[in-house]
């Protein structure tokens, strides 16, 4: 079928399935999949969205990691489907249970503090499992702060992964010195860190990132400024501590958003995030100027870019005749232990 084709059967199938099925779309997804979405969001906006949700099918247009969030907080008899199987996130990949498990026995080796993990939920089940096992939980880019902060009133030391950047970031913004963190790296021998460093740091942070945000650099800020003075400058927590640093504000999909919304007419923008948020905002904000910092090359996240709308049209197909494809099933001990966690960011 043609591409427009396509389009006309999930609008057809989307209206028949009303009742039963809901969509579920990232921000950072393509124009041509977030238009099917009945609900947008970042990571916590459409957590607490698949919490509250009563329709038995959740199609989500997500990664991977979004989908088993929603499964693991969504009731029995609901089922969530993931339209593209392979739409995972290189993030997640950067931390695995048994290497976070060999990180954690180091740690508690080296150290007789409390440490409390703290998991970015852009990753596994098996590493929100791990940390409602230890007593931690999971935090958002929109909710680091308030987590973080938690984590470092309950505890002397702080666990944070698989993005050391989101945790710098946020560490720092909260008080805690550049030298009280430390970097631990799971491809190095005892992470590459000595057991005094461990024990001298306040803050050890998991060395993983997120490729499309580190092509956001002071250089390309500085030359936006040198051109248009009152452009602000606004980037992702998950960029660099000096990009952050250099820019005029720094926070969540949601933030980003929310300050784009709220700016007068006539206000001008660089914005250090994925481009398919980017070109939206430019659409939906005519009368404001939105460009981003990186004017050399689209920065798309390429794994959530693989859904399309033939995949939600294949599931909404599937559900229709009551043989369902790409459903997402997290296993219960899993579900179980990750849930004190996920429970512990919602009620914080």
């Not at 199938?13 to 970042?42: N, P, S, T």
């Not at 309950?154 to 989101?166: I, S, T, W």
């Not at 999909?253 to 007419?265: G, L």
Request: glycine share 6%; aromatic share 6%; with cysteine.
């Amino acid at each position: 079928m043609s591409k427009d084709r396509i389009i006309e059967q999930v609008w057809a199938l989307k209206e028949e399935l009303k009742d039963q099925v809901v969509i579920l779309g990232h921000h950072y997804q393509r124009d041509d999949v977030i238009q099917f979405a009945d609900y947008k969001g970042d990571s916590l906006q459409l957590a607490k969205i698949a919490a509250s949700e009563k329709k038995p099918h959740i199609i989500f247009c997500g990664v991977h990691f979004m989908a088993e969030t929603a499964d693991m907080l969504s009731s029995e008899n609901q089922s969530v489907y993931l339209p593209h199987l392979d739409a995972g996130c290189s993030m997640a990949d950067m931390a695995a249970r048994n290497q976070v498990d060999d990180a954690w026995e180091k740690i508690q080796a080296a150290t007789k503090a409390t440490v409390t993990p703290i998991t970015y939920i852009n990753c596994t089940a098996d590493l929100k499992a791990f940390v409602g096992e230890n007593g931690g939980s999971i935090c958002t880019s929109s909710n680091a702060e308030k987590i973080i902060s938690w984590a470092l009133n309950r505890g002397e030391k702080l666990l944070f992964f698989p993005d050391q950047h989101l945790g710098r970031n946020t560490c720092y913004k909260l008080g805690v010195p550049l030298d009280e963190m430390v970097v631990y790296d799971p491809l190095l021998p005892n992470g590459g860190i000595t057991a005094k460093e461990i024990e001298d740091a306040r803050v050890i942070l998991w060395q993983g990132y997120c490729c499309v945000h580190q092509d956001f650099h002071p250089e390309m800020m500085k030359e936006i400024k040198d051109k248009s003075p009152e452009t602000i400058t606004i980037v992702h927590p998950e960029c660099y501590f000096e990009s952050t640093q250099a820019a005029d504000l720094a926070g969540s999909t949601s933030y980003i958003i929310d300050q784009v919304d709220k700016a007068p007419a006539g206000a001008k923008f660089a914005i250090g995030t994925e481009s398919n948020l980017v070109n939206r905002l430019k659409g939906l904000y005519p009368d404001k100027e939105i460009i981003s910092i990186n004017q050399k090359e689209e920065r798309l996240c390429r794994t959530m870019n693989l859904i399309h709308p033939v995949h939600i049209l294949k599931v909404l197909e599937s559900i229709k005749l009551g043989k369902p494809i790409n459903v997402l099933k997290v296993d219960s001990d899993v579900t179980e232990k990750s849930l004190k966690a996920l429970e512990t960011m919602l009620a914080l």
